[in-house]
């Protein structure tokens, strides 16, 4: 990851990728020394610092080329008063070498520093024997024949021009692409690092606090304050010489400050914002516009609506209360975010949603109907929104006839609307919706069919039907009984419903189903196969 950020760095400031000697010189000058001093087997060139690493690119602290066979080198660096430490890196390429060759290096580097005062530096080297005391001991400064990166690192170094030196004792006459990088640290400074100035964090996550501490500070107060409030402490005595702090969010929303309070000095963070995610919802997806709605995120003096166009959102609108109509013929697009607004900053942004993968249509969510076991129908109508309807129908259509069941006018006390029909008439009945907009559109839900026997009608299925499995029946029957080949009756019950089911245990056969009203007169029979 750090690796595609000096990448993506590098190319928007070059307009072309780094070579992979500069990526790695780079990630080396800006890592933090772990384990033993300098460089050791265990931890290598130290701790990844991708913050230092964006640094010596932001600052150009870096050089780059190529140098042939028996070339020397060198590039000067200014090192400045209250240097605190100051890294030198070294990478190069080295081609593969033949096979069975004992030729360790067939493009080998060296890297020195001559100081103001006209001492040399040598980078860091490493016992390289076999044995587990050699591989143990402290780095020392030497040559070093073995590796194609080296390091320099001095401590306090005196202020002036520091002469770096590469000197190439190549084995063949290639140019041998090399970079160099330099990363210097002040003394006497606190600073923070994170959260980066109007980085925006969610709610009750745990981020982890980082600041830079040259100043021999040891120990102090960390606080908070929101929208330029009163201070609120986080934790008392804090170990500053560690650099960082977990800090579990509070629920706030706004711009917010950090502030690490040391002996009579207060070193405050640059703003960055703290907020709840929107959640966003689809109200309405119709053919002309599409209703968008979230939460109100507290404190925020706006929200950015942005939609994706040509691969890259974009703002599409600027709102202070939180639903937004999208015109269709003005934008076209299925992918949406938003994003609360504070003041001049910007919180969390919500997730990206697909207003067709959502299950909205134009008002509503679905249009259910069903016939329940006290043989009435059960309509439910579910809205995506409220907003703009002056009125709901529930239709009921027989052939050409169309019958208005019920009529709803706002407010409607839930989204959910839930009525009954209870006059049931013999047929195929077809239900839906009307739902009337205030600007006199008309909108209908999906067909729900639904077929009401007559009195004397039976419907059997599966016929024939498997033993050990359900017979289904639709009539209006009170009774029902099952009569074998005999003219025995051998099953009777009552009819639970107009569709009702019975479990069959019966021998393989013919049988006859018949169905009797409340006076058990015959309404209808059927005969039907047991296999």
Not at 226 to 235: M, V
Not at 260 to 285: A, R
Not at 310 to 330: D, G, H, Q, Y
Not at 482 to 499: M, R, Y
Request: a negative charge; hydrophobic letters at 40%.
């Amino acid at each position: 990851g750090t690796v595609a950020l000096i990448q993506d760095f590098y190319f928007k400031n070059n307009n072309n990728m780094p070579l992979f000697p500069l990526v790695k010189s780079i990630l080396i000058a800006g890592s933090e020394d772990v384990g033993p001093q300098h460089i050791d087997f265990s931890s290598g060139y130290g701790k990844l610092n991708a913050l230092n690493s964006l640094v010596i690119l932001d600052d150009n602290t870096f050089e780059e080329g190529f140098v042939s066979e028996g070339e020397t080198i060198t590039h000067s660096v200014i090192v400045s008063e209250n240097t605190n430490s100051l890294k030198v890196a070294l990478s190069w390429l080295d081609n593969e070498s033949s096979p069975g060759s004992n030729q360790l290096l067939n493009n080998n580097l060296n890297l020195s520093l001559l100081a103001p005062d006209g001492t040399i530096y040598n980078p860091w080297v490493l016992n390289s024997m076999a044995s587990t005391a050699a591989l143990n001991e402290i780095a020392v400064r030497g040559v070093d024949v073995l590796n194609t990166s080296e390091l320099i690192t001095l401590e306090n170094p005196v202020p002036g021009e520091y002469i770096i030196t590469i000197v190439s004792d190549s084995q063949n006459t290639n140019q041998v692409p090399y970079a160099v990088s330099y990363y210097m640290e002040e003394s006497g400074v606190f600073e923070w690092q994170y959260p980066l100035e109007n980085e925006s964090l969610s709610n009750a996550t745990f981020p982890v606090l980082r600041w830079k501490n040259t100043a021999d500070l040891t120990n102090g107060n960390l606080s908070y304050r929101l929208n330029s409030g009163p201070w609120i402490l986080i934790s008392e005595n804090i170990n500053l010489v560690d650099e960082k702090f977990l800090w579990e969010l509070p629920i706030i929303n706004g711009n917010v400050e950090l502030r690490i309070s040391s002996g009579t000095e207060n070193y405050i963070s640059k703003s960055f914002q703290i907020s709840d995610e929107p959640q966003l919802n689809v109200q309405f997806n119709c053919d002309d516009s599409v209703g968008l709605t979230w939460n109100v995120i507290p404190n925020a003096t706006g929200y950015e609506v942005k939609s994706l166009i040509n691969n890259t959102f974009e703002t599409i609108a600027t709102v202070t209360e939180p639903n937004f109509i999208n015109s269709t013929s003005e934008n076209n697009t299925e992918y949406f975010n938003v994003t609360p607004i504070f003041g001049n900053s910007t919180g969390v942004v919500s997730n990206t949603l697909n207003i067709n993968n959502t299950g909205v249509s134009c008002y509503f969510r679905g249009f259910f109907a069903f016939l329940t076991d006290t043989n009435d129908i059960a309509i439910n109508l579910e809205l995506s929104t409220a907003i703009n309807i002056a009125q709901i129908q529930f239709v009921k259509s027989i052939g050409s006839e169309q019958i208005v069941i019920n009529t709803l006018s706002p407010p409607f006390n839930d989204l959910s609307i839930s009525i009954r029909d209870t006059l049931l008439l013999s047929g195929n009945n077809t239900y839906f919706a009307k739902i009337f907009l205030e600007d006199g559109t008309i909108i209908e839900t999906n067909l729900v069919d639904l077929f009401i026997p007559k009195d004397e009608e039976l419907i059997l299925y599966p016929n024939p039907v498997q033993n050990g499995f359900s017979l289904n029946f639709i009539s209006k029957g009170v009774t029902f009984q099952i009569i074998d080949f005999s003219g025995k009756v051998i099953i009777e019950d009552n009819v639970l419903a107009i569709e009702d089911f019975i479990g069959i245990n019966l021998s393989q056969g013919i049988y006859v189903f018949q169905i009797l009203d409340v006076n058990k007169k015959p309404l209808s029979a059927k005969r039907f196969i047991v296999r």
